[in-house]
């Protein structure tokens, strides 16, 4: 079983920054593929940014050249570094967790962080 936990959220205004981070518990953390999500009011969840196991990256168009994803495999961690941020970041932002070992796929979720952008 591997846990997440998120941390980093909060209010921040228009144009501000936010660090977001996703401790993850186990030892599967290096050969797993990592995501952060959100879901805004109303909405379905979207994919905002993922990061292989070998630390090829992807964004959604609308978050490019703005967020960064990246992982520190000594500290079990993701971060989602947030910058230039608009209001229609605002959501609950989560972190997952996935990886295939002997053809059984895992997929574990942390319990979410709130980021407001709001003046």
């Known amino acids: 079983q591997v846990q997440l936990v998120e941390s980093g959220g909060g209010l921040v205004q228009p144009g501000g920054s936010l660090r977001l981070s996703c401790a993850a518990s186990g030892r599967f953390f290096s050969i797993s593929d990592m995501h952060w999500y959100r879901q805004a009011p109303g909405k379905q969840r979207e994919l905002v940014a993922h990061i292989t196991s070998g630390g090829s990256t992807n964004y959604a168009d609308s978050v490019k050249g703005r967020f960064t994803i990246s992982r520190d495999n000594t500290k079990n961690t993701v971060y989602l570094q947030m910058n230039s941020l608009k209001p229609e970041d605002t959501a609950v932002y989560y972190c997952?967790?996935?990886?295939?070992?002997?053809?059984?796929?895992?997929?574990?979720w942390g319990q979410g962080t709130q980021v407001t952008v709001s003046s």
């Open positions: 997952n967790s996935q990886r295939i070992t002997i053809g059984t796929r895992y997929d574990y």
